[in-house]
């Protein structure tokens, strides 16, 4: 057993249990889909003065279901590969098997004001174990494979900073949008274990300097003890270091939020 092994396997154990204990009775919505380990940051995230909430997560999502819009297929799929040493594009370079994401993240936000909040999102662990095949066709159009699975990566992400303000405050009705911006803090021009930049999408980071606009609304059913909330986030990217600019983005979360413990509104 490795020494980096056990350093992993202490690190999600420790990871895990502090999310454990930093739950609250009351919880907020936090993002849970398959994507936010590229997007997050689509918390509700307001403070009142001079108040600070620490939320801490760890998300897995393991990869390994292919699709062809709503359809899985039962084949591994060819996707483009990125060359940045020669500054093309190869259409179906790899061939796809699965990739596992870990991402261990903390959220502070700092009340300003009774309707202004900053937030700040720091992706302090990132992990992606990454299995795939260098397909090179030749004439007679046969597929030589090369299998690796010692592409993965690992490293810190960029952090989020966002400015919130809360637009509705009602008995029943919050309304909140918010405006940020994300910092090339991350790697992004880790190799591969063939000495080339690996691919953007396995890096920590993105390289980019992007702009943030989110949004979220929450309607209370009963006060204080159910609710139903929307939010939403669209990232806005430019090109990085590289020369290379990543899609802009849109996440979209909702769901019930329902408080099983603690006292009753009178």
Not at 244 to 249: C, D, F, Q, R, S
């Amino acid at each position: 057993m490795s020494t980096h092994f056990i350093r992993t396997t202490i690190m999600r154990g420790l990871i895990v249990a502090l999310a454990l204990l930093s739950i609250q009775h009351e919880a907020q919505a936090s993002c849970g889909s398959a994507n936010c380990f590229l997007v997050t940051g689509t918390q509700e995230g307001i403070a009142a003065p001079s108040q600070i909430i620490l939320d801490l997560s760890y998300r897995w999502i393991p990869m390994d279901r292919f699709q062809r819009g709503s359809d899985k297929i039962g084949t591994q799929p060819l996707v483009p590969t990125v060359d940045f040493e020669d500054g093309t594009i190869r259409s179906n370079g790899h061939r796809e098997y699965r990739t596992n994401n870990e991402l261990g993240q903390l959220d502070a936000t700092f009340g300003i004001t009774p309707r202004f909040a900053l937030t700040v999102a720091v992706p302090f662990f990132n992990h992606r174990s990454h299995e795939h095949a260098d397909v090179h066709a030749d004439e007679h159009h046969n597929e030589p494979q090369n299998f690796s699975r010692q592409d993965g990566t690992s490293g810190f992400g960029d952090v989020r900073l966002t400015g919130k303000y809360a637009f509705l405050i009602r008995t029943k009705h919050l309304l909140v949008g918010g405006l940020g911006i994300k910092i090339p803090s991350g790697e992004y021009k880790l190799l591969d274990h063939e000495g080339k930049i690996n691919e953007p999408t396995l890096q920590p980071g993105t390289g980019s300097w992007d702009g943030l606009l989110s949004t979220y609304y929450s309607y209370e059913m009963l006060p204080h003890r159910l609710n139903l909330f929307g939010s939403g986030l669209y990232q806005v990217t430019t090109k990085n270091g590289l020369d290379y600019k990543m899609g802009n983005t849109l996440t979209l979360n909702g769901g019930i939020n329902y408080l099983t413990m603690g006292e009753r509104p009178k």
